[in-house]
């Protein structure tokens, strides 16, 4: 069973601060995605990183994935009370099977920013 | 465009009572379909997924099932639910068979089993 761990789980920081969630596992994966649910509401893709190494820069927001591909962190610049909410990793099984589109989600970080 | 629906919105149901969830997604054809529980603010865990009519797949064993009636219709069922059943359910889907396609979730339900 392939696991993720995502850390921390609940960041309280003030406007404009910057911060960083990371996710983790001893399994490598084909893909790593990021989403962001508010509450009540389903989760929202923000990003797909698929290549060991990658970067994806999406306005403030810095993804990447880890060499190995076992490992991926966010990263948000100057960070905004909108930015608030519940951000969850993904990752897809190692290729070679049939994986039939599923994901194995990380537990979530509880992000809150503070004007 | 693609839009899935959940419905209903909220459900309180008390304990040994029936279940039905259900989930239809428009503007697309042979979607694969999952069903998830989410804990409050915590991750999701996959409930079942189909990836055609009549197609289920269960990750866990548990008090649920699921059925595909149709190729964009997915419903969750109970005979009789259990405290542990409450829980926030989201249903999605996505194309193909990779991994990395990304899946579109529909707006939930917030389930509270008495």
């Known amino acids: 069973t392939q696991l993720l761990e995502q850390s921390p789980q609940f960041l309280s920081i003030q406007e404009g601060e910057n911060l960083t969630v990371y996710c983790n596992s001893s399994s490598v994966f084909s893909s790593l995605q990021w989403y962001r649910q508010e509450p009540g509401e389903g989760p929202v893709l923000l990003v797909t990183v698929v290549t060991g190494g990658e970067v994806k820069k999406l306005k403030r927001l810095t993804f990447q994935f880890g060499d190995a591909r076992k490992d991926s962190s966010l990263h948000i610049t100057a960070a905004q009370p909108g930015d608030t909410g519940l951000y969850l990793c993904?990752?897809?099984?190692?290729?070679?099977?049939?994986?039939?589109?599923?994901?194995?989600f990380g537990q979530g970080t509880i992000l809150t920013v503070h004007p | 465009s693609q839009t899935i629906h959940q419905w209903p919105a909220t459900l309180v149901q008390p304990v040994g009572s029936p279940l039905s969830l259900e989930c239809t997604v428009e503007g697309t054809s042979n979607p694969n379909l999952y069903w998830y529980r989410q804990a409050a603010g915590r991750g999701l865990q996959l409930l079942f997924y189909s990836v055609g009519i009549g197609q289920i797949s269960s990750e866990v064993p548990q008090n649920l099932s699921a059925s595909r009636p149709q190729d964009r219709q997915f419903i969750l069922s109970s005979k009789k639910l259990l405290l542990s059943d409450s829980g926030f359910y989201l249903c999605?889907?996505?194309?193909?068979?990779?991994?990395?396609?990304?899946?579109?979730f529909g707006p939930g339900t917030r389930l509270t089993v008495l």
């Open positions: 993904a990752g897809g099984p190692k290729a070679g099977g049939t994986s039939y589109g599923k994901l194995t």
């Open positions: 999605a889907w996505s194309e193909g068979l990779v991994s990395y396609n990304e899946q579109f």
